[in-house]
């Protein structure tokens, strides 16, 4: 088992010396330099280039290259450019309140998705399955943004359940008082999010279920005189989990990683409404340091859903 | 006579049917047979003519929508046709063991094949997780498998096909069933494991005093296995006899045809005999007249009988319609 890890931990290394590369010189080419919006109309270019030289800017490439992973593994991701505070603390901040949404989001998106993609595999062709498709291709074909907005104006403005943005109230205090007004703010979100994303999963179970149905050692549990509802959460179930357990470990990882559209549209301070905002404002060491965070978290969910399956799967263990 | 008590399994007038399209047609219609116990029947006929089906209308393993099943399966005093699921559950893998085709597949990948065997004495003893996993690599010692007790905790994909199937094989023994199913146990092995098998197969019989079902459309597994023999045509049975008999003195046109298309090495003929045409789909089934007839236009209509059923020509061997008393190959002339 802990040879399987070990042999992916020496693979994702190259990886993320090639991506620290690829975002390295991606912020390179941007235009700009870390003086940009430091600088006041009356410096001079003189002064100007004393800075850069002061900086390392004028150093070979490489050397600055080597310089940023050195901060870089030491926590210093550079100063943002807009806001003048180190980009790590920035995005402290910003990370919990993405895990936190997003733990919620994959709590209802499983709690919703499993149920109904068991009932529908387990009914297919019934009406359970067929009421199913429909919401699934409901679903689908609405755009996320559409989806949020409607949501958003019935139940933030019209209904007035939940408050329509931020991550917890002004006016509450107490642990208890914070704890149940940054929930507040996040079920509204969550569950839309639970709501719309679901198809795969669902699809995925479903698909699963009427497979293994039909798969010969289901045939050969029953004509061990296995029950049938063993059978199904025994054997039929248990393989249907696989394609969902191949998902799950970049699943995990993505909590960190936010949703764009759904902090945007619920103006929820997180990580995917720090990206976008990084973009517009043209925050470059921000963006860099979470393209940077996004490519390491997707390479860390890879590692995850490998080391999930080798832990579900038999056949996927390396000896 | 004692003869009746050995009987383990009667079968009579069985029928049964598949919904297609809102219509049920029978894919085994009017089956007959006895099962002895230390005896080994086996089922041939090619692929479609309901071998399958009467297995699993045995055992209760078909689709309770969509099959309709109509005669007598005795077993002891239990009528097993339409029996409910929970007493269809008692009776497999405890008193009906059963073997399938494709030990890839028929094994669970998930579960370590130890485990598997032991789930079917979960359900029908009463032993504790220790006398299992015992009870277990006995079994795996009976089958003959090379280092039994790490054996118990492999997974299906870390063994070959040959140990796999007898790691099903343990499975349908676990319990001492009185029958045991094999459906196809070697068609999907190649040819040296095949004879391993069997030997294994007979093996187990001889100890247990078991009956065996064998399905195959395999004759040489039938003259290496058998002792009795029914040869069956599109969900009918056309021809039964003890194996010696059959092999020896076969009447039927389809068991001569079927005879005659296997290799011989020392045949003078150059070309393999080939029976013309296919099994008719389950639909197009002819439901009256020699179901036969249509694969051997040759012979004249007026030497079937119109209604064909089995006659025992001779102590013990069967053979439906009376075509075969003029029944001759198309090249014989």
Known sequence: MWKTVLRRVLIMIPQLILLSIIVFMLAKMMPGDPFTGLINPNSSPKEIARLKQAYGLNDPVPVQYVRWIKN??????????????????LIAD??????????????????IAIPMGISA????????????????YVTYAIPGFVFYLLGLWLFGFTLGWFPISGTVAANASGFWGVFFSRLQHMILPAILYAIIATTGTVQYLRT???????????KTARSKGVPEKVVFNKHILRNSFLPIAAFMGNTITGLLGGSLIIETVFSFPGMGKLFLDSISQRDYTTL???????????????????????????????? | MDNQQNVLLDVEKLHTGYRLQGEFYDAADGIGFTLKCNEILAIVGESGCGKSTIVSSIVGLYDRKNTRVEGEIRYKNLNLVNLSEDLFNQVRGNNIGMIFQDPMASLNPLMKVGDQVAEALLYHTDMNKQQRRDRVIELFNQVGMPKPEAMYDMYPHELSGGLRQRVVIAMAVACKPEIIIADEPTTALDVTIQAQILDLLKKIQKESDSGIILITHDLGVVAETADEVAVMYAGQIVEKADVKTLFTHPLHPYTRSLLNSIPQSDGDKDDLHVIQGTVPSLKNMPRTGDRFAARIPWIPAEAHEVDPQLHEVEPNHFVRCTCWKTFHFQDEG
């Open chain 1, 72 to 89: 870089l593994l030491h926590g210093d991701l550079g100063q943002s450019y807009i806001q003048h505070v180190p980009v790590a603390s």
């Open chain 1, 288 to 319: 860099t340091a979470l393209i940077m965070i996004f490519g390491t978290l997707t390479l860390l969910g890879n590692l995850l859903s490998d080391i999930i399956m080798s832990l579900v799967d038999p056949r996927i263990r390396v000896k």
């Open chain 1, 208 to 218: 699963g279920i009427i497979d293994n149905k039909v798969e010969d050692y289901v």
């Open chain 1, 94 to 111: 910003r990370a919990q309140n993405t895990f936190w949404l997003s733990l919620l989001s994959t709590i209802f998106l499983y709690g």
């Open chain 1, 121 to 136: 595999g387990k009914h297919e062709g019934e009406w359970q399955d067929r009421a199913i498709s429909v919401f699934n």
